[in-house]
Every structure is written in structure tokens, then in C-alpha cells.
């Protein structure tokens, strides 16, 4: 079903398949942006914190026809009764009107994890541990983004300190709207074959509004009606195909 969207702006990504090459400039940038802390050694897949992992697609095919994708899988910014802040008793998550970005506040968050059971994209992270860095290592930390303690949940915001950062550069120069090249996720910067594309979905004149609606592009369990502001783009039929059938990313 469509939904006319209330929101201001809309911000959201497309990840074009057909250029990642799974390097994972994405996961480190992200991680350093955002203060997440090295994995502790207890960590598994499910228990360690990592905000943006790239996952791979296989067509299942024999030599030589073998094909593999790497995706890279983020919250996917659900926009319409969004699962996370529907469950979550304590308000700690919430859509702003104004980006509709999904935003996580950790100081309301109790450790329920009835937001990671909702999440239907497997996005949130529980922090099992007290987050530490190696010696020397804080000293490159990010202060514009306030570490996550034991027992909450945390996901990605779109590197919300860079939203900040840009509303304050444009408030000291005298501007009510950022600049669109102001404000850009780390992992769009520090991916080194330009496969996301983010902006304002709500500007139809954008790139991303554009590539959002190209036929190529995708989103995974669309079927849910989540409205994702996070699409995929392929060429390739075969990773369209495999992603409208996948029962979970
Ligand atoms: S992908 Fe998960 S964490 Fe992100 S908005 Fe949707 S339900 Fe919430
Ligand atoms: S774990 Fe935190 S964010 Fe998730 S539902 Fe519970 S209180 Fe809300």
C-alpha cells in the first residue's frame, strides 16, 4: 500500500550492487564515525555491535555461471508504523518528522530488546559488554558522538553527529537548510566505489530520488510495507529475483 509521506525531508541511500566490491570501508568508517568499539573477544556475529555489516548473495548456479553480491545491510530507516518505535515501551525510539530518520536515545533505553525482535532487518545491536579500545585508541575517538554503555541497543542514525555538525554550520552562517553536500554518512564518503548514493528522497530532483525509482532498484522484504528509505539497484535479474524471495536479510 502507498502511504503519503508527512514528513519534511526524507532522508534516505540507494546501494548500487553492481559496484560494491565488498571491501568494508563502509564497516570501518562507520565504526569510527559513530564511537562503535572493537569487538570484545567473547563477541560472535549476533552479540558483537557493528552498525552497517556487508552481507553476500549467491545465485546458486554451477562453474561457470557462479555469481556473488556483496550487500551491505544498515537500518533500513522504516517509515511506516516502523517496527522499532512501535514495540519500544520507553519512547527511546523515534521518527523525526523533520529527516525522518530514525533516531535511538540511549539515555530512555532500559535493554528490553523488544525493538531487536521486531527489526525484521536483524539492524540492532545489544551492547553485551561495557564498550573498551585498545590503549591509545581513544585518543581517536569521535566527540561528537557519546559511547553506548551496557545493557542498551543501538543501530545506525545516518551518522547523526554529521546532521548536527552541518545544521550548526549553516545556523553560524546565518541559513535555516543545510547545503545537500553538507551532510553525508561516513560510509557514503568512505566508500571507494561510490556505490551509495544518499540524499533527500523527498526532492524529486535528487539523485537518489531518481536512482530510488529506477527499475532496477529494490528493496529487501518489501513485501512488509515497511517503507524503507534504504534501497538496492542491480542489473542483475537473478539478485533482483533472490532478493523479493528472501523470508529474512
Ligand atoms: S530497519 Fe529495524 S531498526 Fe531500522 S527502522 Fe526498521 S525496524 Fe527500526
Ligand atoms: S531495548 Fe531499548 S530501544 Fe529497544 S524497545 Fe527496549 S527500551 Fe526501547
Known amino acids: 500500500m502507498e502511504h503519503a509521506s508527512m514528513l519534511k525531508s526524507r532522508y534516505g541511500m540507494v546501494i548500487d550492487l553492481d559496484r560494491c566490491n565488498g571491501c568494508g570501508n563502509c564497516m570501518i568508517?562507520?565504526?569510527?564515525?559513530?564511537?562503535?568499539?572493537?569487538?570484545?573477544?567473547?563477541?560472535?556475529?549476533?552479540?558483537?555491535?557493528?552498525?552497517?555489516?556487508?552481507a553476500t548473495m549467491v545465485?546458486?548456479?554451477?562453474?561457470?555461471?557462479?555469481?556473488?553480491?556483496?550487500?551491505?545491510v544498515m537500518c533500513?530507516?522504516?517509515?511506516?508504523?516502523?517496527?522499532c518505535v512501535s514495540v519500544c515501551p520507553q519512547n527511546a525510539v523515534d521518527l523525526d518528522p523533520e529527516t525522518g530518520i530514525v533516531g535511538q536515545v540511549p539515555q530512555r533505553c532500559l535493554g528490553c530488546r523488544y525493538c531487536m525482535?521486531?527489526?525484521?532487518?536483524?539492524?540492532r545491536y545489544f551492547n553485551w559488554w561495557d564498550p573498551s579500545w585498545p590503549a591509545g585508541m581513544e585518543r581517536s575517538m569521535n566527540p561528537d558522538v557519546a559511547p553506548r554503555m551496557r545493557g542498551i541497543v543501538e543501530k545506525c542514525n545516518f551518522c547523526h553527529g554529521r546532521l548536527h555538525q552541518a545544521r550548526t554550520k549553516a545556523a553560524a552562517e546565518g541559513r535555516r537548510e543545510i547545503d545537500p553536500a553538507?551532510?553525508?554518512?561516513?560510509?557514503?564518503?568512505?566508500?571507494?566505489?561510490?556505490?551509495?548514493?544518499?540524499?533527500?528522497?523527498e526532492d524529486k530532483t535528487?539523485?537518489?530520488?531518481?536512482?530510488?525509482?529506477?527499475?532496477?532498484?529494490f528493496?529487501?522484504?518489501?513485501?512488509?510495507?515497511?517503507g524503507s528509505k534504504v534501497s538496492y539497484h542491480s542489473s542483475k535479474e537473478w539478485v533482483r529475483n533472490r532478493a523479493a524471495s528472501l523470508k529474512s536479510v
Open 29 to 54: 568508517a562507520c565504526a569510527v564515525e559513530n564511537n562503535v568499539a572493537p569487538a570484545e573477544q567473547k563477541a560472535n556475529e549476533r552479540t558483537g555491535v557493528t552498525w552497517l555489516r556487508v
Open 59 to 72: 545465485n546458486d548456479a554451477s562453474f561457470p555461471e557462479t555469481d556473488q553480491v556483496f550487500v551491505p
Open 76 to 83: 533500513q530507516q522504516c517509515e511506516h508504523e516502523t517496527p
Open 117 to 123: 525482535t521486531a527489526c525484521p532487518y536483524h539492524a
Open 182 to 201: 553538507e551532510y553525508i554518512p561516513a560510509c557514503v564518503a568512505a566508500c571507494p566505489a561510490k556505490a551509495i548514493t544518499f540524499g533527500d528522497l
Open 206 to 217: 535528487s539523485e537518489v530520488a531518481k536512482l530510488s525509482e529506477h527499475p532496477h532498484s
Open 219 to 226: 528493496r529487501f522484504l518489501a513485501r512488509l510495507g515497511t
